[in-house]
C-alpha cells in the first residue's frame, strides 16, 4: 500500500491548510495513520495520529488548531490546520502503520509566513 501527500504551501500566519494522504488501498489496511512534520535542524515529530477504530491523538503543539479524519470512501487522510504559525513551518509527512511494517508518504512542504 502506498501513500502520496498533498495539500502543502504557502500561507500567512494564521490562515489554514488542509493536507491529504491518498491510499492505494483501503486506509482500514492501517492498524493506525498519522501525519509527522520536520523542521530544518530538528527531529521529525507526530503532530496527529488515527487509530483504525477513530480514536484521535494530537501534539500539544496544535491541539484545538488541527485535526486529522479520514474518509474511508476515498482512501484518504487529512489533517486540516487552523491559526497556523511561523513555527509550524515544516515537511509534513502521512504514515500509515501496517501489521508488520509502516508504510511513509512524500513530504509535502507547509510555509508560515508572512
Known amino acids: 500500500v502506498q501513500l502520496q501527500a498533498s495539500g502543502g504551501g504557502l500561507v500567512q500566519p494564521g490562515g489554514s491548510l488542509r493536507l491529504s494522504c491518498e491510499a492505494s488501498?483501503?486506509?482500514?489496511?492501517?492498524?493506525?495513520m498519522g501525519w509527522y512534520r520536520q523542521a530544518p535542524g530538528k527531529q521529525r515529530e507526530l503532530v496527529a495520529s488515527?487509530?483504525?477504530?477513530?480514536?484521535?491523538s494530537y501534539a500539544d503543539s496544535v491541539k484545538g488548531r488541527f485535526t486529522i479524519s479520514r474518509d474511508s470512501a476515498k482512501n484518504t487522510m487529512y489533517l486540516q490546520m487552523n491559526s497556523l504559525k511561523p513555527e509550524d513551518t515544516a515537511v509534513y509527512y502521512c504514515?500509515?502503520?501496517?501489521?508488520?511494517?509502516?508504510?511513509w508518504g512524500q513530504g509535502t512542504q507547509v510555509t508560515v509566513s508572512s
Open positions: 488515527i487509530a483504525r477504530g477513530g480514536s484521535t
Open positions: 488501498a483501503t486506509i482500514f489496511s492501517f492498524n493506525s
Open positions: 504514515k500509515g502503520s501496517l501489521p508488520f511494517s509502516v508504510q
